[in-house]
Protein backbone atom coordinates (compact mmCIF):
# COMPACT_ATOMS: atom_id res chain seq x y z
CA UNK A 1 0.00 0.00 0.00
CA UNK A 2 0.98 3.62 -0.91
CA UNK A 3 1.94 6.07 1.73
CA UNK A 4 -1.35 8.43 2.55
CA UNK A 5 -0.35 11.74 0.96
CA UNK A 6 -1.79 14.88 3.25
CA UNK A 7 -2.04 17.90 1.33
CA UNK A 8 -0.34 21.22 2.16
CA UNK A 9 -2.39 23.15 4.25
CA UNK A 10 -4.46 25.78 1.66
CA UNK A 11 -7.91 26.26 2.94
CA UNK A 12 -9.19 27.97 5.60
CA UNK A 13 -12.53 27.37 7.27
CA UNK A 14 -14.85 30.46 8.02
CA UNK A 15 -17.71 29.97 10.48
CA UNK A 16 -20.27 32.73 11.07
CA UNK A 17 -22.29 32.20 14.68
CA UNK A 18 -25.08 33.44 16.49
CA UNK A 19 -25.87 31.59 20.10
CA UNK A 20 -24.23 28.24 18.84
CA UNK A 21 -22.24 27.45 22.20
CA UNK A 22 -23.92 23.96 22.12
CA UNK A 23 -22.85 23.21 18.37
CA UNK A 24 -20.23 24.92 17.78
CA UNK A 25 -17.12 23.35 19.87
CA UNK A 26 -18.06 19.95 18.10
CA UNK A 27 -18.19 21.80 14.47
CA UNK A 28 -14.97 23.33 14.59
CA UNK A 29 -13.33 20.30 15.62
CA UNK A 30 -14.33 18.67 12.97
CA UNK A 31 -13.22 21.11 10.53
CA UNK A 32 -9.78 21.22 12.21
CA UNK A 33 -9.76 17.73 11.19
CA UNK A 34 -10.08 18.35 7.57
CA UNK A 35 -6.80 17.44 5.29
CA UNK A 36 -5.53 20.58 4.16
CA UNK A 37 -7.24 23.09 6.82
CA UNK A 38 -5.66 24.74 9.05
CA UNK A 39 -6.91 27.36 9.99
CA UNK A 40 -10.76 27.56 11.23
CA UNK A 41 -12.55 31.66 11.83
CA UNK A 42 -15.55 31.70 13.73
CA UNK A 43 -17.44 34.97 13.30
CA UNK A 44 -19.49 35.35 16.84
CA UNK A 45 -22.35 37.26 15.19
CA UNK A 46 -23.06 39.17 18.31
CA UNK A 47 -23.84 36.32 20.73
CA UNK A 48 -25.83 36.17 23.75
CA UNK A 49 -24.39 33.21 24.61
CA UNK A 50 -20.95 31.68 25.45
CA UNK A 51 -20.10 30.75 21.54
CA UNK A 52 -16.85 32.45 20.99
CA UNK A 53 -15.66 30.88 24.45
CA UNK A 54 -16.50 27.61 23.36
CA UNK A 55 -15.15 28.03 19.88
CA UNK A 56 -11.85 29.92 21.14
CA UNK A 57 -11.30 26.60 23.01
CA UNK A 58 -12.25 24.32 20.42
CA UNK A 59 -8.92 25.56 18.54
CA UNK A 60 -10.62 28.70 16.43
CA UNK A 61 -9.35 32.22 15.93
CA UNK A 62 -12.93 34.11 17.00
CA UNK A 63 -13.87 37.07 15.52
CA UNK A 64 -16.50 39.29 17.59
CA UNK A 65 -19.24 41.00 16.26
CA UNK A 66 -20.76 43.63 19.48
CA UNK A 67 -24.45 43.36 17.82
CA UNK A 68 -26.02 41.05 15.09
CA UNK A 69 -24.83 42.30 11.41
CA UNK A 70 -26.41 39.59 9.73
CA UNK A 71 -24.83 36.13 7.42
CA UNK A 72 -23.61 38.07 4.95
CA UNK A 73 -21.76 40.51 7.28
CA UNK A 74 -20.49 37.69 9.09
CA UNK A 75 -18.69 36.04 6.19
CA UNK A 76 -17.26 39.43 5.09
CA UNK A 77 -15.41 39.47 8.76
CA UNK A 78 -14.23 35.80 8.78
CA UNK A 79 -12.84 36.40 5.06
CA UNK A 80 -11.15 39.34 5.88
CA UNK A 81 -9.94 37.53 8.74
CA UNK A 82 -8.55 34.87 7.05
CA UNK A 83 -6.53 37.52 4.26
CA UNK A 84 -4.76 39.20 7.21
CA UNK A 85 -3.27 36.01 8.20
CA UNK A 86 -2.67 34.54 4.98
CA UNK A 87 0.88 34.15 3.74
CA UNK A 88 1.96 33.60 0.04
CA UNK A 89 -0.69 32.08 -1.90
CA UNK A 90 -4.28 33.07 -0.37
CA UNK A 91 -6.38 30.60 0.71
CA UNK A 92 -9.15 28.65 -0.88
CA UNK A 93 -12.21 29.49 2.05
CA UNK A 94 -14.79 27.08 3.01
CA UNK A 95 -17.65 28.45 4.71
CA UNK A 96 -19.88 26.36 6.64
CA UNK A 97 -22.90 26.33 9.08
CA UNK A 98 -22.39 26.70 13.11
CA UNK A 99 -24.45 23.79 13.80
CA UNK A 100 -22.98 21.29 11.79
CA UNK A 101 -21.30 19.73 14.58
CA UNK A 102 -19.49 16.48 14.06
CA UNK A 103 -20.73 16.45 10.38
CA UNK A 104 -18.69 19.35 9.39
CA UNK A 105 -15.91 16.39 8.99
CA UNK A 106 -18.00 15.24 5.85
CA UNK A 107 -17.04 18.58 4.20
CA UNK A 108 -14.26 17.55 2.27
CA UNK A 109 -15.51 16.99 -0.91
CA UNK A 110 -16.37 20.09 -1.02
CA UNK A 111 -12.63 21.62 -1.04
CA UNK A 112 -11.30 18.84 -3.40
CA UNK A 113 -12.70 20.25 -6.80
CA UNK A 114 -11.40 23.71 -5.66
CA UNK A 115 -8.21 22.24 -5.04
CA UNK A 116 -7.86 20.65 -8.13
CA UNK A 117 -8.76 24.05 -9.87
CA UNK A 118 -12.04 21.91 -11.29
CA UNK A 119 -13.37 24.26 -10.11
CA UNK A 120 -13.94 27.98 -8.75
CA UNK A 121 -17.31 27.57 -5.86
CA UNK A 122 -18.80 24.49 -4.72
CA UNK A 123 -22.39 24.00 -2.98
CA UNK A 124 -23.24 21.31 -0.92
CA UNK A 125 -26.06 19.18 -1.41
CA UNK A 126 -27.38 17.38 1.74
CA UNK A 127 -27.83 13.47 1.37
CA UNK A 128 -30.13 13.72 4.08
CA UNK A 129 -32.70 16.07 3.78
CA UNK A 130 -34.45 18.01 6.59
CA UNK A 131 -38.16 19.44 6.87
CA UNK A 132 -38.26 22.95 5.64
CA UNK A 133 -40.38 25.30 7.22
CA UNK A 134 -42.58 27.48 5.13
CA UNK A 135 -42.34 23.76 2.73
CA UNK A 136 -39.05 25.33 0.89
CA UNK A 137 -41.02 28.24 -0.24
CA UNK A 138 -37.66 30.46 -0.38
CA UNK A 139 -36.01 27.50 -1.81
CA UNK A 140 -38.17 27.48 -4.95
CA UNK A 141 -38.02 31.32 -5.08
CA UNK A 142 -34.01 31.47 -5.09
CA UNK A 143 -33.95 28.16 -7.62
CA UNK A 144 -36.30 30.32 -9.73
CA UNK A 145 -34.70 33.41 -9.81
CA UNK A 146 -31.10 31.89 -9.87
CA UNK A 147 -32.52 29.64 -12.88
CA UNK A 148 -33.98 32.87 -14.71
CA UNK A 149 -30.74 35.21 -14.47
CA UNK A 150 -28.05 32.24 -15.35
CA UNK A 151 -29.80 29.57 -17.21
CA UNK A 152 -28.99 27.27 -14.08
CA UNK A 153 -31.00 25.51 -11.77
CA UNK A 154 -29.14 24.70 -8.38
CA UNK A 155 -30.76 22.02 -6.33
CA UNK A 156 -30.02 23.17 -2.76
CA UNK A 157 -29.50 26.77 -3.80
CA UNK A 158 -29.59 28.20 -0.21
CA UNK A 159 -26.86 25.54 1.23
CA UNK A 160 -24.26 28.02 3.26
CA UNK A 161 -21.89 24.81 2.58
CA UNK A 162 -19.27 26.69 0.07
CA UNK A 163 -15.69 26.39 -0.75
CA UNK A 164 -14.12 28.92 -2.96
CA UNK A 165 -11.03 30.66 -3.96
CA UNK A 166 -10.03 33.53 -3.14
CA UNK A 167 -10.55 35.47 -6.60
CA UNK A 168 -13.88 33.91 -6.54
CA UNK A 169 -14.94 35.32 -3.19
CA UNK A 170 -13.78 38.72 -4.03
CA UNK A 171 -15.46 38.78 -7.58
CA UNK A 172 -18.82 38.01 -5.35
CA UNK A 173 -18.41 41.41 -3.22
CA UNK A 174 -20.01 43.51 -2.44
CA UNK A 175 -22.01 40.05 -0.83
CA UNK A 176 -26.14 40.35 -0.49
CA UNK A 177 -27.35 41.36 2.63
CA UNK A 178 -28.00 38.53 5.32
CA UNK A 179 -29.67 35.69 4.47
CA UNK A 180 -29.52 36.48 0.02
CA UNK A 181 -26.13 35.90 0.03
CA UNK A 182 -26.08 32.60 -1.01
CA UNK A 183 -28.26 33.56 -3.86
CA UNK A 184 -26.35 36.53 -4.85
CA UNK A 185 -23.02 34.94 -4.88
CA UNK A 186 -23.98 32.28 -7.38
CA UNK A 187 -25.93 34.77 -9.30
CA UNK A 188 -22.93 37.07 -9.79
CA UNK A 189 -20.14 34.39 -9.55
CA UNK A 190 -21.86 32.06 -12.90
CA UNK A 191 -22.39 36.03 -14.95
CA UNK A 192 -18.87 36.42 -14.22
CA UNK A 193 -17.71 33.25 -15.94
CA UNK A 194 -16.48 31.04 -12.86
CA UNK A 195 -17.04 27.50 -12.44
CA UNK A 196 -19.76 26.68 -10.20
CA UNK A 197 -20.81 22.73 -9.68
CA UNK A 198 -22.94 21.40 -6.73
CA UNK A 199 -21.19 18.32 -4.30
CA UNK A 200 -22.94 15.79 -2.54
CA UNK A 201 -22.09 15.36 0.90
CA UNK A 202 -23.16 13.35 3.94
CA UNK A 203 -23.83 16.28 6.33
CA UNK A 204 -26.87 17.75 8.29
CA UNK A 205 -27.64 20.41 10.49
CA UNK A 206 -30.76 21.36 13.21
CA UNK A 207 -33.94 20.98 10.91
CA UNK A 208 -36.28 24.39 10.73
CA UNK A 209 -39.15 24.09 12.98
CA UNK A 210 -42.82 25.21 11.85
CA UNK A 211 -43.76 27.47 14.54
CA UNK A 212 -44.39 31.08 14.66
CA UNK A 213 -40.86 32.11 15.13
CA UNK A 214 -39.66 29.50 12.21
CA UNK A 215 -41.97 31.27 9.86
CA UNK A 216 -40.70 34.92 10.46
CA UNK A 217 -37.22 33.27 10.56
CA UNK A 218 -38.35 32.42 6.99
CA UNK A 219 -40.16 35.67 5.87
CA UNK A 220 -36.62 37.41 6.64
CA UNK A 221 -34.92 34.91 4.27
CA UNK A 222 -37.62 35.42 1.99
CA UNK A 223 -37.26 39.03 1.82
CA UNK A 224 -33.18 39.10 1.63
CA UNK A 225 -33.60 36.39 -1.38
CA UNK A 226 -35.75 38.52 -2.93
CA UNK A 227 -33.70 41.68 -2.71
CA UNK A 228 -30.82 39.98 -3.66
CA UNK A 229 -32.62 38.96 -7.08
CA UNK A 230 -34.61 42.59 -7.50
CA UNK A 231 -31.27 44.42 -6.95
CA UNK A 232 -29.53 41.69 -10.06
CA UNK A 233 -32.40 42.06 -12.22
CA UNK A 234 -35.69 44.02 -11.45
CA UNK A 235 -38.02 41.75 -13.49
CA UNK A 236 -37.76 39.02 -11.25
CA UNK A 237 -39.87 41.58 -8.51
CA UNK A 238 -43.04 39.37 -10.06
CA UNK A 239 -41.79 36.27 -8.98
CA UNK A 240 -40.79 37.59 -5.49
CA UNK A 241 -43.89 39.26 -5.02
CA UNK A 242 -45.89 36.02 -5.16
CA UNK A 243 -43.56 34.77 -3.03
CA UNK A 244 -44.19 37.06 0.09
CA UNK A 245 -47.94 36.81 -1.06
CA UNK A 246 -47.74 33.27 -0.20
CA UNK A 247 -45.99 33.30 3.21
CA UNK A 248 -48.25 36.41 4.10
CA UNK A 249 -51.25 34.13 6.04
CA UNK A 250 -48.88 32.21 7.61
CA UNK A 251 -47.24 35.34 9.73
CA UNK A 252 -51.10 36.13 10.48
CA UNK A 253 -51.83 33.00 12.10
CA UNK A 254 -48.82 34.04 14.62
CA UNK A 255 -49.58 34.41 18.54
Known amino acids: MGELVVPTPDTAVVIPAKDEAD ?4 TVAAAL ?8 VVVDDGSADETGRVARAAGARVVRHSRNRGKAAAMESGAEAVRLLDEGVPRHLLFLDADLGDTAGAALPLIVPVRSGSADMTIATFTTRVKLGGHGMVVRLARDGIKRLTGWAPTQPLN ?18 GFGVETGMTVDLLRKGFRVVEVEVDMAHRATGTDWRAQLHRAKQLRD ?21 ALRPRLKDRP
Open 23 to 26: RIGG
Open 33 to 40: KLPGVDLV
Open 160 to 177: GQRCLTREAFEAARPLAH
Open 225 to 245: VGRALTVREPTVQSVVKQGVD
